[in-house]
């Protein structure tokens, strides 16, 4: 039994996810290798993932390999209700999502989904193995593995894995090159800009931007950013990354210093409290405040909340405004959480389509590989992240060079050299 908002918007959400699937053409590839193979025959897959065009299209996909899929939304604000309609009265999934539902009831679906009883499980921050593991570990003996399609996420299931308590395998389908370099970069880089600008309307050209993280998804916000006429100062932790970034022409500074001289604020890190009470306190009159990183826990809402004197909820679609004792506004978009998703609508389906694609191939390879598995973070198969850039080139209708017999010689040989 599904719980989506409005049965009646579905006819809306096949329009769009049949607009979306126009710029999906790898999945649409895969689609039709699964309705002939049904790699994932016979087999139930929970999901937690964002509830967009783009992710109807690999629940499609999936279902076509035989797969029954249950969805719950892994974020509230980027839950499209047409779509989860379209999904469960056009599409057959099971689908648990509801634009703008509370916290308790984001568990609910998590936990409604996971009563379907999975073989394999789709994550999207780790939020549904997490809860796989302290509160319905009497359904872990029946999942044979997963993906996690996040940053966030991968970084969580590692934790897991050192301390032990991981149970099943998972693969990081986030950190193949399909996914992290070009989802994170052309996707976040363009999606985040995008929801920002249909938040605010402000120009972005002669402005400040300081993105806290210079990981995949910085470099594409940084890129973007100075392409639209922004000066960009990156914060980081890491000595490689900041050099990286001084060495591109960017200013680096501790966000203490960057507080100061800011207009807009992004975070990209997938960490806490990136930006805090001691940086609001430095802050300009009117600063922007923005997270992409996965959890709305980077810019540090409550502490936000308790230095103002005054809050005015929805000043503009997606942004509240924060009124500090000096008289100064601060504006929080998308109230912390991904403002990419929640003010705009997410990566477009171009660079999803290869991402959903790693995911679709992942599931199959799973499907197979998942008892020859330890319980651990596993990579996906090399030939995986290959054949998807293939797909994508040809749908492009981009050739590239192949070696000669000669060249794969001579790189497989240590004994040929300068002659």
Not at 179 to 204: C, E, P, W
């Amino acid at each position: 039994m599904s719980d989506v908002a409005d049965a009646s918007l579905a006819y809306e959400g096949v329009k769009r996810i049949e607009w979306a699937d126009r710029s999906m053409p790898v999945l649409r590839q895969i689609r039709d290798r699964f309705e002939d193979e049904l790699p994932l025959s016979g087999l139930r897959i929970a999901a937690c993932m964002h509830v967009t065009t783009e992710t109807a299209g690999l629940i499609r996909t999936l279902q076509a390999g035989g797969a029954s899929v249950a969805l719950a939304a892994s974020n509230p604000l980027s839950t499209q209700d047409d779509v989860a309609a379209a999904l469960v009265h056009e599409y057959g999934a099971q689908v648990f999502a509801r634009a703008g539902i509370d916290r308790e009831g984001y568990y609910r679906h998590i936990h409604q989904a996971l009563e379907t009883g999975p073989d394999l499980v789709l994550d999207d921050g780790c939020d549904l193995v997490n809860t796989l593991h302290t509160e319905r570990v009497d359904l872990i003996d029946t999942v044979r593995g997963g993906c996690e399609q996040t940053t966030t996420g991968v970084i969580r299931l590692h934790q897991m894995a050192r301390e032990g308590a991981l149970r099943f395998p998972m693969v990081a389908v986030n950190d193949t090159d399909t996914k992290h370099m070009f989802d994170n970069r052309y996707g976040t880089g363009q999606s985040t800009l995008d929801g920002i600008v249909r938040a605010t309307n402000t120009l972005l050209a002669g402005k400040t931007i300081v993105i806290a993280g210079f990981g995949y998804c910085g470099r594409g916000l940084a890129e973007r950013a100075r392409g639209l006429g922004a000066r960009v100062v990156v914060t980081e932790i890491d000595p490689v990354k900041a050099l990286d970034a001084a060495l591109q022409g960017y200013t680096v500074l501790p966000m203490i210093e960057a507080a100061g001289v800011g207009d807009v604020f992004i975070t990209v890190t997938g960490n806490r409290d990136v930006i805090t009470a001691e940086h609001f306190s430095l802050m300009k009159d009117g600063g922007i405040l923005a997270n992409s990183g996965h959890f709305d826990v980077e810019i540090d809402v409550r502490a936000l909340a308790e230095l103002a004197v005054a809050v005015h909820p929805g000043v503009r679609p997606q942004a509240d405004e924060y009124v500090l004792a000096d008289g100064r506004r601060l504006v929080l978009l998308a109230e912390g959480r991904l403002v990419n998703l929640a003010a705009a609508e997410g990566h477009p389906a171009a660079v999803m389509d290869m991402s959903f694609a790693d995911q679709a191939l992942t599931c199959a390879w799973l499907a197979e590989a998942a008892s020859t598995l330890a319980p651990a973070v596993h990579e996906v198969p090399t030939p995986i992240d290959t054949e998807v850039a293939r797909l994508k080139l040809a749908s492009m209708s981009i050739s590239i060079d192949a070696l000669t017999p000669d060249q794969e010689d001579y790189l497989h040989s240590w004994r040929l050299g300068t002659t």
